[in-house]
């Protein structure tokens, strides 16, 4: 059975740091394209990063760029999101996703993957 399982996430103050993991079972993550995506409330689900399996590239979305880095450790089948100088705007749940593809593509911040983990909250506040 294909599980995705975030954890990490939590209440920081604006410009501290969280940094959150995605663990996979039933499947192994280096095969496919694994993205990170948030949904804030009254809002609709939009995409944060993207990592690929195919060549290691990395995609952001224009508001975290600079911001947030994403990892992958094959060893542990584990994906991460370091998620630096956090903002208040950044608070919401965030989920990550695998995709079929091994490459992220064009389309990758449409939240449109195959399997979804259940989410962590993030709240930036003071």
């Known amino acids: 059975q294909v599980q995705l399982v975030e954890s990490g996430g939590g209440l920081v103050q604006p410009g501290g740091s969280l940094r959150l993991s995605c663990a996979a079972s039933?499947?192994?993550?280096?095969?496919?394209?694994i993205g990170w995506f948030r949904q804030a409330p009254g809002k609709e689900r939009e995409g944060v990063s993207c990592v690929s399996s195919s060549d290691g590239s990395t995609y952001y979305a224009d508001s975290v760029k600079g911001r947030f880095t994403i990892s992958r450790d094959n060893a542990k089948n584990t994906v991460y999101l370091q998620m630096n100088s956090l903002k208040p705007e950044d608070t919401a749940v965030y989920y990550c996703?695998?995709?079929?593809?091994?490459?992220?593509?064009?389309?990758?911040?449409?939240?449109?993957?195959?399997?979804w983990g259940k989410g962590t909250l993030v709240t930036v506040s003071s």
């Open positions: 039933g499947f192994t993550l280096e095969h496919h394209a």
């Open positions: 996703a695998a995709d079929y593809a091994s490459s992220c593509g064009s389309n990758w911040a449409i939240p449109g993957m195959n399997y």
